[in-house]
């Protein structure tokens, strides 16, 4: 079935018709293109452009169409250009009639766009059901480690204590920014284009708004050459996937450091580590490089939708056929990698211990010694240039802060008493930041607390 063949003479070379087509990738809104046919159908019979008969047999053949395609006994046909002409072909063979009318006041144009659209909403939701997971799976692993010191870093330098939760917890917030991106992405998601037809809408009195209500949309484009031609909400959708790449990405470079043998602070359980071919003491975080190297692939397709949009005018192109398989390899992307990595954080083993260790080495209490003098009326400069030497002093002496006996913290200032060795101690210094955000224990457990009720809010 050739759609414009009243047009053309000839039919469309063999090799441009494989070019032209997309069903290869587009089949898998076959779904997305059913409902909103069914939409349109209804719409139609209630306007009085089709009768009680056509509908009927409209919502039969297609009913019937969904679920062969579901139960297989269906099978999509590649030689159709796109899953919006196999499914009014195979509706149009079993109702004549009917399936010719199903068309009436719709151009491919708005019904792609619709279908993307519908389609994109679901994907929407399948991927905040992931995140909400993974965020679930933090926030019962920090709970166990609000106890757990380890370094901070800036510079990849160790710098100021903080727990194995405080640092668990950052991700949280990024991975529920993601969830805040997606919700605020579905509202412009969830406009309908149907209606909008080629470019110009449709001399025939059709109620847009009906259709948009059927699909449990919340409006309709106000403009019908935006409707067919905007792709702004599929970029959007991509480049917040890309954000939830980026973020797995830097979860994933960590997890790759800790397990190193010259940090040991994780183990990766078994199932989601490999080994070497050649080498057998090997256990290589396979599954965390994967997804750093698979974050790259989907933020490039932001900047393929990009340049595909961005000399078109007005209304569609053929080269916005272009935008579903970027799209779709970024969601399939994504829905890859967040379960998996969802498991590999939920198995990993913390080694406490190695974590403590390497707090007590870093002179990561620094900063804690020059607010000691500064609380006993020391200028926070002074202070700073005091400690710089005793932890040079320290280095050069095989010393850490903790150890240095008090006649020398005495020999470079006589504010320093017994009380300084408390006041350095890692459990101190992190304990004693009670500022909403910081990583004491406290105040942990209460950005702990707030997460878990964020995430109740939503699911």
């Known amino acids: 079935m050739v759609l414009w063949a009243g047009r053309f003479k000839k039919e469309v070379d063999e090799n441009v018709n494989a070019f032209n087509s997309s069903i290869s990738f587009d089949a898998r809104m076959y779904k997305q ?5 069914m939409a349109h159908a209804k719409m139609l019979e209630k306007q009085g452009i089709i009768n009680k008969q056509a509908l009927s047999e409209i919502q039969k053949g297609l009913t019937d169409i969904l679920n062969e395609l579901e139960n297989g006994t269906l099978e999509f046909d590649y030689n159709a250009e796109d899953i919006h002409m196999f499914i009014e072909s195979e509706l149009t063979k079993r109702y004549p009639i009917s399936g010719k009318k199903l068309h009436t006041a719709r151009s491919r144009n708005d019904q792609v766009a619709l279908d ?26 920090a709970l166990k480690h609000t106890n757990t010191i380890m370094p901070g870093y800036t510079h990849l330098q160790r710098a100021q204590p903080i727990t194995f939760a405080h640092h668990l917890m950052a991700y949280s917030e990024m991975f529920y920014r993601d969830i805040c991106r997606l919700d605020d992405c579905y509202k412009r998601v969830n406009i309908s284009p149907l209606g909008s037809g080629a470019l110009a809408t449709t001399t025939y009195p059709i109620d847009r708004m009906m259709s948009a209500k059927l699909l449990n949309m919340d409006d309709i484009t106000h403009n019908s050459l935006d409707g067919v031609s905007d792709r702004d909400y599929a970029i959007e959708f991509a480049n917040d996937l890309a954000l939830i790449m980026m973020h797995l990405s830097r979860f994933s470079e960590e997890m790759i450091l800790w397990c190193s043998w010259e940090f040991k602070y994780i183990e990766l359980d078994d199932a989601y580590a490999t080994g070497s071919s050649i080498m057998p003491q090997k256990k290589n975080p396979d599954i965390a490089e994967l997804v750093r190297g698979k974050s790259a692939r989907v933020i490039n397709h932001v900047s393929s939708l990009l340049t595909m949009m961005k000399g078109l005018p007005l209304a569609y192109n053929k080269d916005m056929q ?28 913390i080694n406490k211990d190695k974590m403590k260790e390497a707090a007590a080495k870093g002179f990561i209490n620094a900063t804690d010694c020059a607010d000691y003098l500064v609380k006993h009326g020391l200028a926070f400069r002074d202070a700073y240039k005091i400690v710089g030497q005793l932890v040079a002093y320290c280095i050069d002496n095989d010393f850490v802060l903790e150890t240095l006996p008090l006649h020398i913290y005495k020999d470079f200032n006589e504010i320093f008493d017994e009380t300084i060795y ?17 990583p004491a224990k406290e105040m942990v457990e209460k950005s702990i607390a707030i997460m878990k009720q964020k995430i109740g809010e939503i699911k």
Do not use: Q, W
């Not at 272009?322 to 992307?333: G, M, N, R, S």
């Not at 408390?422 to 910081?438: H, K, M, P």
């Open 116 to 141: 993307l659209r519908l389609y994109t909403r679901d994907e929407i939701k399948e991927i905040k059901e992931m995140l909400i997971s993974l965020i679930e799976v933090i926030v019962k692993t």
């Open 422 to 438: 408390d006041a350095i101690s890692l459990e101190t210094c992190v304990n004693n930041r009670l500022v909403d955000g910081g």
């Open 33 to 37: 293109d059913i409902t909103g046919s």
């Open 322 to 349: 272009e935008d579903k398989e970027a799209l779709f390899d970024a969601i399939d992307t994504v829905k890859l990698c967040l379960p998996v990595f969802t498991d590999m954080i939920k198995t990993m083993r």
